[in-house]
């Protein structure tokens, strides 16, 4: 599958080579209960193309897709300088809260992308933040 890209990039074929065979890995090897490891790590940057900046929710559900599977992630910021709002608040805040079993550890952060992740994280306890979530009866 990952031989059909043409789009130039050897990068962004690899890149893609690298996620048919981890999904291919835990499609082939469920974890039970019993498995001793239920950790990963996961390169964030390698969602982005060449230096695309890492600032969408889709950006941040593809670093986070299939991770639910694991005990504990490993997101290693290497090579990654900044972050988005949106992208912080989709991983430290809204993944968090739809998936608390899941341990989410970070390492190779600059002080930009910690202070990112500080204030997703912190969100939730913003005096009137409940007011200003949207209300669906």
Same mark, same amino acid.
């Given at each position: 599958?990952?031989n ?20 291919? =890995?835990l ?6 209960? /019993?498995?001793?490891?239920? +950790?990963?790590? %996961?390169? *964030? ?10 600032i ?6 593809? *670093? ?8 504990? *992630?490993?997101? /290693?910021?290497?090579?990654? =300088?900044?972050?988005g709002?949106?992208?912080? /608040? ?13 341990? %989410? %550890? ?8 910690? +202070? ?14 409940a ?5 669906? /009866?």
């Open positions: 599958m990952a059909d890209v043409k789009d130039g990039s050897s990068e962004v074929s690899r890149q893609i080579k690298v996620a048919y065979i981890v999904i291919d =890995t499609d082939n090897n469920p974890m039970s209960d /019993d498995h001793p490891e239920r +950790k990963i790590t %996961v390169t *964030v940057s390698s969602v982005r193309h060449k230096d695309e900046n890492l969408t929710r889709s950006q941040a559900k593809r *670093v986070l897709s299939r991770l639910d599977q694991f005990q504990e *992630v490993l997101l /290693d910021f290497k090579g990654v =300088t900044s972050i709002q949106a992208f912080a /608040d989709e991983i430290f805040r809204v993944y968090k809260q739809s998936h608390p079993g899941v341990i %989410v %550890v970070t390492i190779n952060t600059t002080p930009e992308v910690d +202070k990112m992740i500080s204030r997703a994280k912190s969100v939730e306890n913003t005096p009137g933040f007011d200003r979530l949207e209300h669906k /009866d």
